[in-house]
């Protein structure tokens, strides 16, 4: 992967997070979804699960893995985010939140997806 920019490097490993999905029987049903100023990297579906996956790609695990970068703010965008998707589509299907970290290691590309990496929480 380039390490240009983050910006690259995040296209990247959209790509490649898409790649493996795909490889794993997912079907993509959007990319880049945005609501508000919140985005959605990649809405799949998945047996009978929406699946919303926020893609994290780095150069370096220097400063903490990937996946350690999906904040609880940003969690709590996502969840508003796909409270909205399925409002808004009329889905009535359980819906998964799963993080897909991208990491360039010594030139050797590691994919690692999280199923189930955080849950709503009630308030």
Not at 38 to 57: G, H, P, Q, R, W
Not at 70 to 93: C, P, R, W
Request: aromatic content about 10%; glycine content about 4%.
């Amino acid at each position: 992967m380039k390490n240009e920019n983050s910006h690259i490097l995040g296209a990247e490993g959209e790509k490649l997070a898409k790649k493996h999905l795909l490889a794993n029987g997912y079907s993509i049903l959007q990319e880049n979804w945005r609501y508000k100023k919140y985005e959605i990297d990649i809405i799949a579906s998945f047996k009978n699960l929406i699946v919303i996956i926020e893609v994290k790609a780095r150069s370096t695990n220097n400063f903490g893995e990937p996946e350690a970068f999906v904040t609880k703010q940003k969690q709590g965008f996502l969840i508003q985010a796909a409270n909205e998707y399925l409002i808004s589509n009329n889905i009535d299907l359980e819906c998964r939140f799963d993080i897909i970290s991208v990491l360039d290691e010594n030139n050797k590309i590691i994919v690692k997806h999280l199923e189930g990496a955080f849950y709503p929480s009630i308030k």
